[in-house]
Nanobody, 117 residues
Framework: QVQLVESGGGLVQPGGSLRLSCGAS????????MGWYRQAPGKQRELVAS???????GYADSVKGRFTIYRDNAKNTVYLQMNSLKPENTAVYYC???????????WGQGNQVTVSS
């Protein structure tokens, strides 16, 4: 059974940084398309960043140049480094592991990120 456990969220001031972690059990993250999504109050869940098995990365326009997704195969963990955070980045962030040939995947429990002074 695939389980994803997220950590690293919290409260940070505008301009600050946070790193989210998504550790997997029951599978190997390197065989999935791993994605970070977020959902702000009253808004739909949106894709923030993704990384494929071949380590190709993709980002939402709003986070390009500020957020970095990367994978540590030895730790079976995917990270989202978030720099220059803005109040509009406040949301619950979710990790997803998706088989490359499927449209649905496995989800983590979600992690609150709050950017506020």
């Amino acid at each position: 059974q695939v389980q994803l456990v997220e950590s690293g969220g919290g409260l940070v001031q505008p301009g600050g940084s946070l790193r989210l972690s998504c550790g997997a059990s029951g599978t190997i993250v390197s065989i999935f398309v791993m994605g970070w999504y977020r959902q702000a109050p009253g808004k739909q869940r949106e894709l923030v960043a993704s990384i494929t098995p071949s380590t190709t990365t993709g980002y939402a326009d709003s986070v390009k140049g500020r957020f970095t997704i990367y994978r540590d195969n030895a730790k079976n963990t995917v990270y989202l480094q978030m720099n220059s955070l803005k109040p509009e980045n406040t949301a619950v962030y979710y990790c997803q592991a998706r088989p490359i040939n499927r449209s649905n995947g496995y989800w983590g429990q979600g992690n609150q990120v709050t950017v506020s002074s």
